[in-house]
């Protein structure tokens, strides 16, 4: 075996572990069933709770559709009754036209003429009908999905910081569009086939029944094996299509980090091993792909032989029946008809039942994040944000992103309104953190952030995030143009407003040298910039939000000395009458600062001004040192 196949056979064996589960969870006694997660429980009732909480909150999310809902089983329901009378006019065709010896050629050929053409005008109708009614479907399916998807969209945009890094960008791509087209398909495979192909079946058994009791019996003998094998095999598809999705999700997942980071990809020479990895996880899902339509294949193969057998069946027991009087030729064809018509739909609904284990996982997969509460909702009694900052107080201040793995620890400043703070310290002593909790993107696990002397937790989160401007060391840019970016977070800015705030970040003159000027478009996280170009862009976006708490993480890290100077001067302007955070490994871009916290392992080791802090000669004064015998040195 080569190299690559023993890689690859990794999927072979994770596929052959999945099975082993899938068949020890089956041979487990009812006392000690196995969760798809493979935990054990009792007689699994959260697991069917959950589920039966999650079929009615579908059926709610269904309500408003219901009379398009009865237009569609109506118009069902006439398309049966038209495709019902087929046999029985064939039956009366050839017992009472073509066989009746008391009609002559002529009068039998009018009749059966117009039988035929009445026919023929019920199948055109019954044809538009049906076009007209799937029609219906699509238009009732497009507007749920079309509700769920943006419901769940707006559900995943809301959810904590967390939550979202553990889905990962691929994993919420695939809820969105894989497990949202599945669920939809519970519309049609779970209600509407059931309930229109059930009656069909119901009404065709008892329309055989009264044309002929000993065909009928002998055409409900073929149904039973057949009916069992398959509802044997659906059951065994559910938690084959839920793993599916997992996995698909995790593929998606990782493709969409692996071109997220690419040049770091090419940087090492990872495409082979990243290309393997790929190939292995894809594998894998083809691998349960190909398990579950074999079995569905099984099921469809054998309701086709099925039901050619039940007619050769039907016909030569009704030839014996027509020998013995018992039957006539116009039954034979009837009957063997209405068995076609009766397997036909009770193949739908076997069918039917793996595309609605499809739908019922994915249900479980939407629901179980429709479960998990969005991030920091408000309180019923929560307050609008305030108009401008008095003061901003941390007290008692702890936080983790982990619980066994505090950042920080027992906080405690107070700054006022209007304030400059610098926040510097070493990689990972907490300064980004702090400057997340300012900004709300977590609260503290405990202790509490004031804001004019209210509780962050008692103000409406939304009107709190109106107040923030932020500017982060890695510049995200969306995929449209220069214009769009800037007025990001205020689209009703004028042209003059957007050029006023380019110039403020020292953007305008390299915007105007690009091809199309503010409507050049930069491409994906804004490619076709430099970074200088890219964090200048983010400068003039916060500019223009003219946010009253201004949060500058190594805003200026990825500009040259002379545009760092150039923006700086801009800066100074907008920091004058704005309360502002900055987070600078450069320490001379914060010594006019009116307060520098010292961060040290989660906690403010010193504070005070550039000068205080001088004269106490600690750690800010040390680093002070250090970063001047450094420019020294270069």
């Not at 500019?543 to 009253?548: E, F």
């Amino acid at each position: 075996m080569k190299k690559d196949d023993n890689r690859l056979c990794t999927s072979r064996q994770r596929f052959e572990n999945f099975i082993n589960e899938l068949n020890l969870k089956r041979s487990k006694s009812k006392k000690d069933k196995v969760s798809p997660e493979g935990q054990s429980y009792e007689k699994s009732p959260r697991s069917g709770n959950r589920r039966k909480e999650y079929l009615r909150r579908y059926r709610e999310w269904l309500w408003p559709y219901r009379y398009g809902l009865i237009l569609v089983i109506g118009l069902g329901f006439l398309v049966i009754f038209i495709n019902l009378l087929q046999p029985l006019v064939s039956r009366y065709i050839i017992d009472g036209i073509i066989l009746n010896e008391l009609l002559g050629t002529k009068e039998k050929t009018r009749v059966l003429l117009l039988f035929g053409g009445l026919m023929l005008l019920f199948l055109i109708l019954s044809f538009f009908i049906e076009v007209f009614r799937s029609y219906r479907l699509q238009i009732l399916n497009a507007k749920f999905i079309f509700k769920l998807r943006r419901n769940f969209f707006r559900h995943l945009i809301n959810l904590p910081l967390h939550e979202l890094s553990r889905l990962k960008v691929g994993g919420i791509t695939s809820r969105l569009t894989n497990d949202i087209n599945s669920a939809s398909t519970l519309v049609e495979h779970g209600i509407l086939i059931p309930t229109i192909e059930g009656i069909r079946v119901i009404i065709t058994v008892l329309i055989i029944v009264l044309i002929n009791w000993r065909l009928a019996i002998v055409a409900a003998l073929v149904l039973p094996p057949m009916l069992f094998i398959s509802l044997l095999n659906v059951r065994r598809l559910r938690p084959v299509f839920k793993e599916m999705h997992k996995d698909s999700a995790e593929v998606n997942g990782m493709a969409t980090e692996i071109f997220q980071g690419i040049r770091v990809v090419r940087a090492y020479s990872r495409e082979k091993k990243e290309e393997l990895n790929y190939a292995r996880g894809n594998l894998t899902v083809t691998r349960k792909d190909l398990y579950a339509k074999l079995r569905q294949l099984t099921i469809d193969v054998g309701w086709g032989m099925l039901i050619t057998t039940s007619s050769l069946i039907i016909i030569c027991c009704g030839g014996y029946f027509v020998i013995h009087g018992q039957a006539t030729i116009g039954d034979i064809l009837a009957i063997t008809l209405y068995t076609a018509f009766t397997l036909r739909p009770i193949f739908n609904i076997v069918s039917s039942q793996s595309q609605l284990q499809q739908g019922l996982a994915a249900i479980d997969r939407i629901f179980e994040l429709f479960d998990i509460e969005v991030d920091k909702p408000d309180y019923s009694d929560a307050i609008a944000a305030p108009n401008e900052v008095k003061e901003l107080r941390f007290a008692n201040v702890n936080f983790g992103y982990s619980p066994e793995k505090p950042v920080i620890t027992d906080l405690n400043f107070e700054i006022k309104g209007g304030s400059t703070v610098a926040l510097v310290g070493k990689s990972g002593a907490g300064k980004t953190t702090l400057s997340n909790l300012v900004a709300r993107f977590y609260d503290p696990s405990s202790g509490e952030i004031y804001l004019n002397g209210v509780d962050l937790k008692q103000i409406k989160l939304r009107s709190y995030r109106n107040l923030i401007g932020l500017v982060q060391q890695d510049t995200f840019l969306f995929d449209g143009t220069l214009r769009e970016n800037i007025s990001y977070a205020n689209p009703d800015a004028t042209d003059l407003e957007i050029a006023d705030a380019s110039r403020s970040a020292n953007a305008h003159e390299f915007i105007n040298e690009m091809p199309q000027g503010y409507d050049t478009i930069i491409g994906e996280h804004g490619f076709k910039l430099s970074g200088g170009q890219r964090q200048r862009i983010s400068i003039a976006r916060a500019y223009l939000a003219n946010p009253i708490i201004l949060i500058l993480d190594e805003a200026t890290s990825s500009l040259d000395t002379e545009t760092e100077q150039l923006v700086q001067a801009a800066l100074k302007n907008l920091l004058a009458t704005r309360t502002t955070f900055v987070i600078a490994h450069r320490l001379s871009t914060i010594t006019s600062a009116d307060l520098i916290l010292v961060m040290d392992e989660g906690q403010i080791a010193e504070s005070g001004t550039h000068e205080d802090l001088l004269n106490v000669k600690g750690i800010y004064y040390e680093m002070i040192n250090r970063q001047q015998n450094l420019l020294n040195f270069q």
